[in-house]
């Protein structure tokens, strides 16, 4: 397990990658922390800051004065937001904008955004120059807990999510949980969804605790930073363990296999489902799927569905507004994801709250019975 | 010092790199066995084979042939042939045309074309799902002895050559020494001023076994295969030190500092100079620049110099065709190479035949002196 240092309000989560060693420093504050702890990692380094149109008038200008007080001259970059932001030529401006500035290996990319900036900046970090220092700023819990930690960049093909990137780790992550008051409640709860998907990958014990803490959570306050902290060093542990996503990293996607399909589904349109609420959606899925498969006792799948509804999750594919989606079209999205090998489906199933594991050998037969009853459920 | 297994007519180098390592098989009708040899090492996989308009016609439907007599499928994407192939959009049409072919992450893209294929399939392979398997068929000399081996890939910035791009290692390398002998006699030549390198790097007694061999090396036979086999070990040791070009790789970029600068003041003209043309002018300048400085006797310059004039290669700035290039343009060009660091020139000089060393702190004034005395030289 790693560990959790405190200092004052703030912890620091140390992710172990060998020489790619690095901190996430979590607290309220951290912002304007952020160029003095940039300095005093890499004194003398000039940054390129990226960023979107809805974060650049709340944060940019603090962050570059910060990084002035800090010594370290920067740029910036603003990009629309959104997903389709994930795109080879958004990666060709942000390139294109760091090599105009004649940054160095040395100098530094930041990140200043939620998963789409730091996926595309980080994607862009890793090949200018192949490969230039990499800071993520995470300014959502989505990016905070999940996202900017474990070096997974990259951008979206018209294929399907993610497929183009490369696994680039930054140098040091700075999650300020105080930037999340800014986040839209529905924006908060949707990254809430992959917070409890740690407690239902492996950890019962934080499961009971978000059941228990999840107003405070969601209030602000140290329960906040508590869970933040526990997340990030959930996921730097497993990262530690298998970098590049050939073992157990996969347990990181509990819910990611239904729920990429029901995104894919939807058409990407934020209006009827954003990620956190797919995941959440997927994790019930996976509880009842499991359930029916006789691993888990369906008291236990009710109960995590159970929590996901009381912060107000959807947890029924129902809740998607819009059309309706038929087990085909379902199917046939869980097929085009990353996750098949060989042509073998690839779902983290669970034992029982906490106990998720990697199940490589499910018959779509199987997947596609479980849907069907799925969809024919009420809403 | 890296070893050399024979076996036949053919050789084999192993690169040095954990996990990473592979090999370089090195001989007269080696593409015959390329099916094999893949599918010995990935049973059951397929391919995507990335080539140009040079190549296709002449080797793609035997490699496809080879590789089906062996069990393994394969696609081919045609590209453009030259240097402005290095594109994003040429880079997303690869992508595209391996993600359309559904490949997964254990399944293969094939390099079969010289180095600016090399350099967009491996950037391509090491980008697609975030980094696929990936084989290299070089087709020139230059890129059996250099640029298809050590993992560096990538394409052209509109603001230079190579500054986007992955480090990302094969898993194989087939190079075929017969395939040469379908290289003009100039395009032969450009890749025979790296082989030279090599020598002039770090292994007088190579030099001089080039003095005596290298009309059996142009011609074909055991001298060809021995000499792309001993440039291989070369730069497999030297990368299996310093993968990322953190320090001593920097060796391998003899003559490149001031070739890359007149490659980039001939517009990048082919009809002009390409790019082992460069490297030839640059080693020749290098060399008379330590003499210069006083690091090399005049008489060791001139042997170095001699041997390429021997074989035909350039060794003057007056040789390129074309308008005359001042000081400050190559001064320019030299200033936005990306082997400057925090301001300071480093170039490769030499204190001896075969006794290259990294400079890291030459004055822009010594360089523009010397330059200024290179371009008066008559032609």
Known sequence: MTDIQASGASKTVRVE???????????PGILARAGEEIARRAPGIRAAIVTDETVAPLYLARMQDVLR???????????PAGEATKSLSCLGEVVDSVLADRLERGDTVIALGGGVIGDLAGFAAGIVRRGMRFIQIPTTLLAQVDSSVGGKTGINSPRGKNLIGVFYQPQLVLADTEVLSTLSPRE???????VVKYGLIDQPEFFEWLEQHHAAVFAGGPERVEAVARCCAAKAAVVAGDEQEHGNRALLNLG?????????????DSARLVHGEGVAIGMALAHRFSAQLGLISGQDATRAVR????????????????PRFTVDLLMDKIAQDKKVSK??????LTRGLGQSFVARDISA???????????????
Do not use: C, W
Not at 366 to 375: D, I, M, R, Y
């Open 17 to 27: 990658l060998g020489a790619r060693s690095y901190d996430i420093l979590i607290g």
């Open 256 to 268: 990611h296999t239904f729920g990429h399909a029901l995104e894919a589904a939807a058409n990407y």
């Open 69 to 79: 007080q800090a010594g370290i001259a920067s740029s910036a970059i603003v990009m």
């Open 307 to 322: 929590h996901l509804q009381t912060v107000g999750l959807p947890t029924e594919i129902s809740q998607i507004p819009g």
């Open 343 to 348: 042509g073998k489906l690839t779902f983290i």
């Open 188 to 194: 908060f709860r949707a990254g809430y969804a992959e």
């Open 365 to 379: 037969e199987k997947v596609s019975e479980f849907l069907a009853g799925q969809l024919d459920a009420p809403a």
